[in-house]
């Protein structure tokens, strides 16, 4: 059996293993597959590995022998799912391996913007402070977590595990989800019965929920209108929740503080208005990547082909009836 990784410099740029792969059959490992070259590198594989390579209806009825396709992200809108379908081809995704990792992220932003670590250190080394008047000094206004709120919409597994974070900071948290799961335990939480309520409340907004057609643009112009002029905005989910025009103009005329994002509308980027603005940070969708939450991925990777060789698939996205 011939299986084909498309893309693997992603998951793996080498201080990780294919080894599982390896037990399964012949193993062909590509770093990155240009699109016009999928289907030669692929015709014959039955087992097809991709992370961000694009599989079309094109190119998947163009590979006859092809059996599975693995995604090794949680997002499979790379493949066409219902052509996959068609051909009787399972198509399965990793549903959780970075939960503790992306919410690490949401408080990198946080704290960046509160304490603006690396613009001190910077200014340190540039003789700032050995030049200094005064005993210490701080280029921007410092930020204590403690009592401020955050809100997060979107109160799966990663915003869950943001608020048991924020919480140890002695945070309030706020959250809307259309599913209100018992957050009893909690202290210092409560749901907003609305977006706009969560937003009115907050000092941080945390973005965690999931890509469909009506939360794309969920914060814009008329959202950004609810928000506190001192707040901060973070996303660590993905980027088209935000209309970056929305954002830009929001941030460059105050009328919110900061932000802080790990994805954007089109990625890689090329350009965006959110490249000149105030107060943004931007990071090159890296919340995922820790190489033990990449390592997690890798392993229910394997486990999601072995799963499907011994006749019983998991992770399917597709449906693919028998």
Known sequence: ????????????????????????????????????QIISRAENAEIIITNKTPLTEETINSLPAMRYIGVLATGYNVVDIEAAKKKGVPVTNIPTYGTASVAQMVFALILELCQHVA???????KGDWTNSKDFCFWNHPLIELKDKTIGIIGFGRIGQQTASIAQAFGMNVIAYDKYQSDQSSRVGFKWASSIEELLKESDIVSLHCPLFPDTEGI??????????????????????????NDLAYALNNDLIAGAGLDVLSKEPPGDNPLFNTKNCLITPHIAWATKEARSRLMDTAVSNLKAFLSGSPVNVVNKVQE
Do not use: C
């Open 219 to 244: 914060i814009n112009k008329e959202s950004i209108s609810h928000m506190k002029r001192t707040a901060f905005l973070i996303n660590t989910s993905r980027g088209p929740l935000i209309n970056d």
């Open 119 to 125: 613009s001190h250190s910077d200014a340190v080394m």
């Open 1 to 36: 059996m011939k299986i084909v990784i498309l893309d693997g410099f992603t998951l793996n740029p080498g201080d990780l293993s294919w080894e599982g792969f390896k037990q399964f059959g012949e193993l062909k490992i590509y770093e990155r597959t240009p699109e016009d």
